[in-house]
């Protein structure tokens, strides 16, 4: 199907592009959303005579996301959630949760805005992107930890799961004497010196 955007598309095109799109994606989403119309003569007619109206209608849409992205850009939430000790979490962290912790810190953005490539189902840092406008798109850090000093650690760089790995594991070592019969309790001969 053919159709007139009217508005920037990533991947697609920009304000004005008559552009082909399968059917279903233009009348489930670029067609209800209104961000386009179906390319025939009328409506081509309308939009040439609205085209200064959009394309103003869009600048102003964009200055204020501009403005916006100075409360939103570079802002990093810490997410708190139970993990197994090989840093896989019990569930993932969605995009709700994401909107809910950046809106808590004062950023008023929608669900529809974040980008979520990919379900974050691990401890660590991630880089989320943040559309506030289709030419204005913004980066948060979402720290996801298993408690708030995990998330302080991970924010100045120290990767929690290897450092984890690396501790001492020595602990404890059973003292072993190789005359002693079975069952005997080894005693230490300093012990032995105290008590007597």
């Known amino acids: ?3 007139i955007l009217l508005e920037r598309i990533e ?28 390319a025939n003569a009328a409506n081509k007619k309308v939009f040439d005579a609205n085209r200064a109206k959009i394309e103003a209608d869009n600048a102003s849409r964009r200055a204020d996301a501009e403005t916006h992205s100075a409360n939103v850009a570079g802002k990093q939430v810490v997410l708190i959630r139970a993990s197994s000790n090989s840093g896989q979490l019990y569930g ?16 008023n953005i929608g ?16 880089d ?4 506030l406008h289709p030419e204005v798109t913004v980066g948060v850090k ?16 120290v990767d929690v799961m ?20 079975p069952g005997e309790i080894v005693i ?5 010196e105290e008590q007597a």
């Open 1 to 3: 199907m053919d159709i």
């Open 11 to 38: 991947k697609l095109g920009s304000i004005g592009d008559v552009v082909s799109v399968k059917d279903g994606y233009a009348r489930n989403f670029l067609l209800p959303n209104k961000k386009a119309l179906r």
């Open 92 to 107: 993932s962290v969605s995009v709700r949760d994401i909107v809910d912790a950046l809106n808590a810190d004062g950023a």
């Open 111 to 126: 669900k529809q805005m974040v980008v979520l490539e990919r379900p974050i189902k691990t401890l660590g840092i991630f």
């Open 128 to 131: 989320v992107k943040v559309t």
């Open 142 to 157: 979402v720290n996801v930890a298993r408690s708030p000093d995990e998330a302080d650690l991970q924010s100045q760089g």
């Open 162 to 181: 290897a450092a984890m790995f690396e501790q001492d594991v020595s602990g404890f070592t059973e003292a072993y004497d190789p005359n002693a019969e």
């Open 188 to 192: 230490d001969e300093p012990e032995a």
